[in-house]
């Protein structure tokens, strides 16, 4: 079955701090999707984007289908931003990836 | 308000016990999808359902069971038969709206076996 990875698996921010979240499809999906969860468990869906790239504030999503990789950047981190990242794909059988757990120090 | 809503958010259960978790959706969202979450990892797919009366298995399906009688509701029952049980189980629910498959996820439910 498809394999996903995401990079790097932990990252420490101070507040601020912009970043890149990364995330490899050992073969090509639809239905890509970026969530967050929350520390409480919530997870909320940032982007749909099985291509090209979109944005909502301070969050941008990029996916560059050919190469079977999507990128997610946090621009000017806030401590609200922490938690886990996660990608997705794969349509109703969906596949997530590990997660990216992120910090942002005050 | 139009959501997902999973009950209870906590569940105690001894061995050897089965236990049915709720997960409803006023979303008018036709597919829906039971997920497992072990501490520090990923989402894994157990049951997902298009459309009424029709369920597919996921990748963990074994020890659990599913039924979708009706358009909001999607239970799932953790059967005596899953040895592992103790997880973060969570809800979700889509639709096909101009291209997009977004999913939206319940707040879930934490299983203890005890």
């Known amino acids: 079955g498809i394999q996903v990875e995401q990079s790097p698996p932990d990252l420490i921010l101070q507040e601020g701090a912009n970043s890149t979240l990364r995330c490899n499809f050992s073969?090509?999906?639809?239905?890509l999707q970026w969530f967050h969860q929350n520390p409480w468990g919530q997870l909320i869906n940032l982007f749909y984007i099985p291509s090209g790239t979109k944005q909502n504030g301070r969050l941008s999503a990029t996916t560059v289908a050919t190469e079977r990789y999507s990128l997610l950047y946090i621009s000017s981190s806030q401590t609200t931003d922490s938690g886990v990242y996660f990608c997705?794909?794969?349509?109703?059988?969906?596949?997530f990836g590990a997660g990216t757990r992120l910090f942002v120090k005050a | 308000d139009g959501g997902i809503t999973q009950s209870p958010k906590y569940l105690f259960r001894k061995e050897g016990q089965n236990v049915t978790l709720s997960c409803e959706q006023n979303l008018n969202h036709d597919a829906m999808y039971w997920y497992r979450q072990d501490p520090g990892q990923g989402l894994r797919l157990i049951y997902y359902?298009?459309?009424?009366?029709?369920?597919q298995k996921g990748d963990i399906a074994e020890g659990y069971s599913v039924s979708r009688e009706k358009k909001e509701s999607f239970p799932l029952t953790v059967t005596s038969a899953q040895k592992n049980p103790t997880a973060f189980y969570l809800c979700?629910?889509?639709?096909?709206?101009?291209?997009?498959?977004?999913?939206?996820f319940g707040p879930g439910t934490r299983l203890t076996v005890l």
């Open positions: 979700a629910s889509s639709i096909r709206d101009r291209g997009t498959d977004t999913q939206y």
């Open positions: 359902s298009q459309i009424v009366n029709d369920f």
């Open positions: 073969d090509s999906v639809n239905n």
């Open positions: 997705a794909g794969g349509g109703f059988k969906t596949i």
